[in-house]
């Protein structure tokens, strides 16, 4: 036989074991193709939620739903030219689709419209992207959450305040970041929970990078400044209220002043049971994970999921924050699967867990 029939027969068994054949088509370089590559692109590691909440509940629900499906994974640490070039990888890479959870919503702006322009739908999670061609938003309603924060301190300083509140009082407000767009969203809502209240704003700072040392920094220079009129802080978030907490037990504030938080992380739950916490807002950060990636994997195939909302016109999923103080703690964490009495309830914290109803009263 001679060679030209040789190849022409080997073209056409290959030719026909591609038609037949069932294995996965891959790429050139080995990938598996676009429909089955998830980006999930998160911002930050300072809040424990991201590495230890969402990115396991996402991997985990792509990996029960979508068993070829493969997650790319990065994370930020809070550097928005770094999140640019994690997404340009990923599309390099033949993401099918990008999960977002922007550093900088008027850089991540950016990646939504290159991954546009390559027809990769793109996902924000739980920051909403503002004048981009989202695809799809998961999430919660952050002037929701702020409403929330500012109505509990608003009750805090009606019920608990002795002295009274003076007209010169009032609460530090510790505002997240300034590059993530849902610090405007919790700002809008404390703003409308105070509204009409005596409860005034003695200062104000936006921290970057959600940073807990630098919102401690700042309470202390205002502790320093305003004294006991500071009546209470607005945290925006659990790591800002643990650096605010701090700053005022080194004050001398005994007990320390009403401090709001958010995310339900386990160092906020205990404060919380021993009194240093006045209460925190609980998302189900897993189920916000699981939907996300049931979102991602409908979408990567194609299919257009049914949504509940829309923000600025994006279909979205949004999931309800749910407040929490001592008063519910044992229903919404315990219960609810969050954290079990035996993480929450270590020493130093186990008497105030007998307290608070945790633990029997045989425990020490």
Same mark, same amino acid.
């Given at each position: 036989?001679?060679?030209?029939?040789?190849?022409?027969?080997?073209?056409?068994?290959?030719?026909?074991?591609?038609?037949?054949?069932?294995?996965?088509?891959?790429? #050139?370089?080995?990938?598996?193709?676009?429909?089955?590559?998830?980006?999930?692109?998160?911002?930050?590691?300072?809040?424990?939620?991201?590495?230890?909440?969402?990115?396991?509940?996402?991997?985990?629900?792509?990996?029960?739903?979508?068993?070829?499906?493969?997650?790319?994974?990065?994370?930020?640490?809070?550097?928005?030219?770094?999140?640019?070039?994690?997404?340009?990888?990923?599309?390099?890479?033949?993401?099918?689709?990008?999960?977002?959870?922007?550093?900088?919503?008027?850089?991540?702006?950016?990646?939504?419209?290159?991954?546009?322009?390559?027809?990769?739908?793109?996902?924000?999670?739980?920051?909403?992207?503002?004048?981009?061609?989202?695809?799809?938003?998961?999430?919660?309603?952050?002037?929701?959450?702020?409403?929330?924060?500012?109505?509990?301190?608003?009750?805090?300083?009606?019920?608990?305040?002795?002295? #009274?509140?003076?007209?010169?009082?009032?609460?530090?407000?510790?505002?997240?970041?300034?590059?993530?767009?849902?610090?405007?969203?919790?700002?809008?809502?404390?703003?409308?929970?105070?509204?009409?209240?005596?409860?005034?704003?003695?200062?104000?700072?936006?921290?970057?990078?959600?940073?807990?040392?630098?919102?401690?920094?700042?309470?202390?220079?205002?502790?320093?400044?305003?004294?006991?009129?500071?009546?209470?802080?607005?945290?925006?978030?659990? &790591?800002?209220?643990?650096?605010?907490?701090?700053?005022?037990?080194?004050?001398?504030?005994? #007990?320390?002043?009403?401090?709001?938080?958010?995310?339900?992380?386990?160092?906020?739950?205990?404060?919380?049971?021993?009194?240093?916490?006045?209460?925190?807002?609980?998302?189900?950060?897993?189920?916000?994970?699981?939907?996300?990636?049931?979102?991602?994997?409908?979408?990567?195939?194609?299919?257009?999921?049914?949504?509940?909302?829309?923000?600025?016109?994006?279909?979205?999923?949004?999931?309800?924050?749910?407040?929490?103080?001592?008063?519910?703690?044992?229903?919404?964490?315990?219960?609810?699967?969050?954290?079990?009495?035996?993480?929450?309830?270590?020493?130093?914290?186990?008497?105030?867990?007998?307290?608070?109803?945790?633990?029997? &009263?045989?425990?020490?």
């Amino acid at each position: 036989m001679s060679r030209r029939v040789l190849v022409v027969v080997a073209a056409l068994v290959a030719a026909l074991l591609g038609v037949g054949g069932c294995a996965t088509a891959v790429s #050139p370089g080995g990938r598996p193709p676009s429909d089955q590559i998830i980006a999930l692109l998160l911002p930050e590691s300072k809040a424990a939620r991201y590495e230890s909440v969402d990115r396991p509940s996402f991997e985990q629900t792509v990996a029960r739903r979508c068993p070829q499906c493969r997650v790319l994974y990065a994370n930020a640490d809070q550097d928005a030219a770094r999140q640019q070039q994690q997404a340009e990888s990923a599309l390099t890479q033949g993401a099918g689709v990008l999960v977002l959870d922007a550093v900088d919503a008027t850089a991540a702006a950016t990646i939504v419209t290159k991954a546009q322009v390559r027809g990769v739908p793109v996902v924000a999670y739980d920051r909403f992207i503002a004048d981009a061609p989202l695809d799809y938003f998961v999430g919660v309603d952050g002037a929701r959450v702020g409403r929330l924060q500012g109505e509990a301190l608003v009750r805090a300083l009606d019920r608990d305040s002795e002295p #009274p509140l003076e007209q010169d009082d009032g609460i530090l407000v510790v505002n997240g970041s300034p590059t993530d767009p849902n610090s405007v969203r919790f700002r809008a809502g404390l703003a409308a929970a105070l509204q009409g209240t005596p409860v005034r704003v003695l200062a104000e700072y936006d921290t970057p990078d959600w940073s807990p040392d630098k919102a401690q920094a700042w309470v202390s220079d205002q502790l320093t400044q305003y004294g006991s009129r500071v009546r209470a802080v607005y945290a925006a978030n659990d &790591g800002e209220a643990g650096g605010a907490i701090s700053a005022m037990l080194s004050a001398g504030f005994d #007990p320390v002043a009403p401090v709001t938080g958010q995310d339900a992380e386990l160092a906020a739950v205990q404060r919380i049971v021993e009194g240093t916490q006045l209460m925190t807002v609980y998302r189900a950060l897993s189920e916000q994970g699981r939907t996300a990636a049931e979102l991602a994997i409908r979408v990567l195939h194609g299919e257009r999921p049914v949504t509940t909302s829309r923000i600025d016109g994006v279909p979205s999923q949004l999931l309800a924050p749910t407040a929490v103080d001592i008063t519910n703690v044992r229903r919404v964490i315990v219960d609810g699967g969050v954290f079990t009495t035996e993480e929450i309830c270590v020493q130093p914290y186990t008497r105030a867990c007998v307290a608070a109803g945790l633990l029997d &009263g045989e425990a020490r």
